[in-house]
Antibody, heavy 117, light 108 residues
Framework: QVQLVESGGGVVQPGRSLRLSCAAS????????MHWVRQAPGKGLEWVAS????????YYSDSVKDRFTISRDNSKNTLYLQMHSLRAEDTAIYYC??????????WGQGTLVTVSS | EIVLTQSPGTLSLSPGERATLSCRAS???????LAWYQQKPGQAPRLLIY???SRATGIPDRFSGSGSGTDFTLTISRLEPEDFAVYYC?????????FGQGTKLEIK
């Protein structure tokens, strides 16, 4: 069965960096686009970034452009989100999701990032 | 960027009733790339509907989606106790995705 497991979250000071990972299993990872979506405490969903199945194209929301980088290693079945210059407003649960039909067909359980001094 | 506005913000209904949730886009959603999700407390979102009206795998047929252009609807024909949750619409266009702010469906 499809499984997505995020890791790498934690408490980080403003201005610092953090890298999230999403380990995929149960499907041919290299055949699917992938997304990062976040959810601030008590708030709605916000799309963060997407990457094509082969990593050739990447897209970002305006709120993270130039600070976050999405990448993937298809040999390791792993998706990444490198986050720099973190701000308090980046505090959220970060979910990875598999692209299905221009939507998020499968989601991980999320990893919490808290940006605080 | 296409902005999605969901209404109402909160919907109070009883089990067995029909629920109608609305999602309006600030401009036409290209090629019908409109999806709906359900999220329960402490859980990840679950895809219900994609491509405006196609049910995702394992989704009961009491859930249906409709609409076109800028106006879309998620209908739950007869509410079951497990349907009370927050629902989000989401669109894809020009390689960007956006979500609506959500509708909370609560038990009356």
């Amino acid at each position: 069965q499809v499984q997505l497991v995020e890791s790498g979250g934690g408490v980080v000071q403003p201005g610092r960096s953090l890298r999230l990972s999403c380990a995929a299993s149960g499907f041919t990872f290299g055949s699917y686009g992938m997304h990062w979506v976040r959810q601030a405490p008590g708030k709605g969903l916000e799309w963060v970034a997407s990457v094509w199945f082969d990593g050739s194209d990447k897209y970002y929301s305006d709120s993270v452009k130039d600070r976050f980088t999405i990448s993937r290693d298809n040999s390791k079945n792993t998706l990444y989100l490198q986050m720099h210059s973190l701000r308090a407003e980046d505090t959220a649960i970060y979910y990875c999701a598999r692209e299905d039909y221009y939507a998020g067909g499968y989601w991980g359980q999320g990893t919490l990032v808290t940006v605080s001094s | 960027e296409i902005v999605l506005t969901q209404s109402p913000g909160t919907l109070s209904l009883s089990p067995g009733e029909r629920a109608t949730l609305s999602c309006r886009a600030s401009q036409s959603v290209s090629s019908g790339y409109l999806a709906w999700y359900q999220q329960k407390p402490g859980q990840a979102p679950r895809l219900l509907i994609y491509g405006i009206s196609s049910r995702a795998t394992g989704i009961p047929d009491r859930f249906s989606g409709s609409g076109s252009g800028t106006d879309f609807t998620l209908t739950i024909s007869r509410l079951e106790p497990e349907d009370f949750a927050v629902y989000y619409c989401q669109q894809y266009s020009y390689s960007l995705y956006t979500f609506g702010q959500g509708t909370k469906l609560e038990i009356k």
